[in-house]
């Protein structure tokens, strides 16, 4: 009897010693799993809006998690992402081809690279009230432009002016840093530089009928990318499965939105409720067919028209010469 009850104990003993090992091993293996997330943030260029609805719905589909990722999405401080991205406090963040024409032909060496476009085409332009009738750049002449008083901006409004055969110095130069594009043209300022996307579909909802004139249908040089995903290309030499692997699930949060715009902005809508969900619809649907446009692979970037955008600028003394295909790579990008 003794020898039957030391043996029910030893089994005993064995069984909760077994389940304790199974249960210290599946600790371990949850522990082992969460040191292999790679935690990234990611620095957004403004507030969240559609150019970003990729990003959100990677996140809100696991798409990140999937690839073992912890993506983080903030938005940029005082001196913008560019700098976050460089000093190395984020992996990726967003700007503007425009913009980083200052960052490399900086002495300083900005260890910072595009690495995909968010968008294929230059969506940015003049808008106006079809009442003022500024239907081409020329009849920009005697009306009042809001002006953000940047060289590149003034220089590129020149010239689509004068392309068209118009008199840039008839143009009303109104120093003005317009928030609200809608409140703006019902009062003072009859023409407003805007992202098409956003701005532009905001007067649609407001219910005004404008008028649209898009740099890139005037000067082909102006049609360069914006915006652009940037990271830094010290830390995409030593992590570059990461960059990849990023890249390809932000891949299927773009591609997603552009097959399904109405749940794509739900979900940005979800993730980020204080939008406007009106806006952010039109918005998305507008959005959803200029991602990839005509270009079969996701965040392609065009070595010729990169470089074009930049010759312009230094044919025309508003920046230092930038090498050929220098500032962008398309090695991390999903095929």
């Given at each position: 009897m003794k020898e039957t009850k030391r043996c029910k104990k030893l089994v005993m003993l064995m069984v909760v010693t077994a389940m304790i090992l199974s249960l210290a091993g599946c600790g371990k293996k949850d522990k082992k799993s969460d040191k292999e997330m790679k935690n990234i943030t990611l620095v957004l260029d403004w507030t969240p809006n559609t150019n970003h609805t990729g990003f959100y719905v990677a996140l809100n589909k696991g798409y990140y998690k999937d690839a073992g990722l912890n993506v983080t999405i903030v938005q940029p401080p005082e001196d913008g992402a560019t700098m976050m991205v460089a000093s190395g406090d984020a992996e990726f963040g967003i700007d503007f081809q425009d913009y980083l024409a200052p960052v490399y032909t900086s002495e300083d060496n900005i260890p910072v690279v595009a690495v995909a476009a968010l968008i294929q085409h230059n969506t940015s332009g003049i808008i106006s009230l079809k009442e003022d009738g500024i239907d081409s750049p020329k009849g920009l002449e005697g009306k009042n432009y809001a002006t953000w008083s940047l060289p590149v901006e003034q220089a590129m409004l020149e010239n689509i002016v004068e392309a068209d055969g118009g008199d840039y110095s008839k143009v009303n130069l109104i120093p003005e840093y317009v928030t609200d594009e809608v409140a703006a043209l019902k009062q003072d300022i009859d023409a407003i530089w805007v992202y098409y996307a956003w701005a532009g579909i905001a007067t649609e909802c407001a219910g005004l009928?404008?008028?649209?004139?898009?740099?890139?249908?005037?000067?082909?040089?102006?049609?360069?990318?914006?915006?652009?995903?940037?990271?830094?290309?010290?830390?995409?030499?030593?992590?570059?499965?990461?960059?990849?692997?990023?890249?390809?699930?932000?891949?299927?949060?773009?591609?997603?939105?552009?097959?399904?715009?109405?749940?794509?902005?739900?979900?940005?809508?979800?993730?980020?409720?204080?939008?406007?969900?009106?806006?952010?619809?039109?918005?998305?649907?507008?959005?959803?067919?200029?991602?990839?446009?005509?270009?079969?692979?996701?965040?392609?970037?065009?070595?010729?028209?990169?470089?074009?955008?930049?010759?312009?600028?230094?044919?025309?003394?508003?920046?230092?010469?930038?090498?050929?295909?220098?500032?962008?790579?398309?090695?991390?990008?999903?095929?």
């Open positions: 009928d404008t008028n649209m004139i898009y740099f890139k249908d005037i000067t082909p040089e102006f049609d360069y990318y914006s915006p652009v995903i940037i990271s830094n290309s010290d830390w995409l030499k030593k992590n570059d499965e990461t960059a990849k692997a990023f890249l390809e699930a932000t891949k299927k949060g773009y591609e997603f939105a552009i097959d399904n715009p109405d749940e794509a902005a739900d979900i940005l809508c979800k993730e980020v409720p204080e939008l406007d969900p009106e806006l952010v619809k039109k918005s998305q649907n507008w959005l959803s067919k200029e991602y990839k446009a005509e270009v079969e692979r996701w965040g392609y970037i065009d070595k010729e028209r990169w470089d074009a955008f930049y010759k312009w600028l230094s044919d025309n003394d508003l920046s230092d010469e930038i090498p050929s295909g220098y500032g962008f790579t398309n090695d991390y990008l999903p095929e």
